[in-house]
C-alpha cells in the first residue's frame, strides 16, 4: 500500500516560515491535498490539488509538490497556525484514500 | 451553509454491529462523493471509505474491507456507515466528509464526528 511520510513535529517563530514535507513514492505524479487540525476540531482543507487553495484559506498557505516530495509552506506563520498538518492523496492502483502520518507544527 | 451531521456512535461489544448516519445539508447531496474517515485517540486520520455520487463505485480501507458497508441514501440527503464484527482497533472518532468533486477527490467539508468505541 501506499505509504505517506512526514515528520513528526516543526517548530517556528511567529512570523517566519514553516515548511512541512510529505514524502512518497513519486508523489509528483499524483495530487495532493493538505488539512489542518486543531485540538478538539475537525480537520480543514488548507490546500488542495498541490497548490490551490479553498475560498477563506489565506495566501500565506502555499503547496508544491514535484518527485518524492510535497511541501506545505506557511508564511508570516501566526501562532493561530499551530496545528497538526495532514498530507493527503488518492492512491490509483488500490482506489484508497492516503494520509501522511502528521506533522505537529508549535509556533515559538 | 454546509453541515455535516454525524450520528449513531456509542459504546459497543467486540463482535457486536454499529450503523453510523451522517446527515448532509447545504449543498446538492447527490452531486458530490461522501465518504467515513476515523481517528483513533491521539492517533492520525485514517480514510474509511467512500462512495461516489451514485453509489456506482464504493471502495474501503482493507483495515475495514469486508466488515463495514457504505451506502447513502440521495433522497434523505444522508450517508451510512454499517459496522459488523467491530474490533477494539476500530475505536475511533468517526467524521463524515465531503468530496470536493463527484468523483475521488479531497475533503472539503467535515462533520464534527461520532466517537465509537469498541470494548467489553
Known amino acids: 500500500s501506499y505509504v505517506l511520510t512526514q515528520p513528526p513535529s516543526v517548530s517556528v517563530a511567529p512570523g517566519q516560515t514553516a515548511r512541512i514535507t510529505c514524502g512518497g513514492n513519486?508523489?509528483?505524479?499524483?495530487?495532493v491535498h493538505w488539512y489542518q487540525q486543531k485540538p478538539g476540531q475537525a480537520p480543514v482543507l488548507v490546500v488542495y490539488?498541490?497548490?490551490d487553495r479553498p475560498s477563506g484559506i489565506p495566501e500565506r498557505f502555499s503547496g508544491s509538490n514535484s518527485g518524492n516530495t510535497a511541501t506545505l509552506t506557511i508564511s508570516r506563520v501566526e501562532a493561530g497556525d499551530e496545528a497538526d498538518y495532514y498530507c493527503?492523496?488518492?492512491?490509483?492502483?488500490?482506489?484508497?484514500?492516503?494520509f501522511g502520518t502528521g506533522t505537529k507544527v508549535t509556533v515559538l | 451553509e454546509v453541515q455535516l451531521v454525524e450520528s449513531g456512535g456509542g459504546l459497543v461489544q467486540p463482535g457486536r454491529s454499529l450503523r453510523l448516519s451522517c446527515a448532509a445539508s447545504?449543498?446538492?447531496?447527490?452531486?458530490?462523493?461522501m465518504h467515513w474517515v476515523r481517528q483513533a485517540p491521539g492517533k492520525g486520520l485514517e480514510w474509511v471509505s467512500g462512495?461516489?455520487?451514485?453509489?456506482?463505485?464504493?471502495g474501503y480501507a482493507d483495515s475495514v474491507k469486508g466488515r463495514f458497508t457504505i451506502s447513502r441514501d440521495n433522497a434523505k440527503n444522508s450517508l451510512y456507515l454499517q459496522m459488523n464484527s467491530l474490533r477494539a482497533e476500530d475505536t475511533a472518532l468517526y467524521y463524515c466528509?465531503?468530496?470536493?468533486?463527484?468523483?475521488?477527490?479531497?475533503?472539503?467539508?467535515w462533520g464534527q464526528g461520532t466517537l465509537v468505541t469498541v470494548s467489553s
Open positions: 466528509a465531503k468530496g470536493l468533486y463527484s468523483g475521488w477527490s479531497p475533503f472539503d467539508y
Open positions: 447545504g449543498f446538492t447531496f447527490d452531486d458530490y462523493a
Open positions: 462512495i461516489s455520487w451514485n453509489s456506482g463505485s464504493i
Open positions: 513519486n508523489i509528483g505524479s499524483k495530487s
Open positions: 490539488d498541490d497548490s
Open positions: 493527503q492523496v488518492w492512491d490509483s492502483s488500490s482506489d484508497h484514500g492516503v
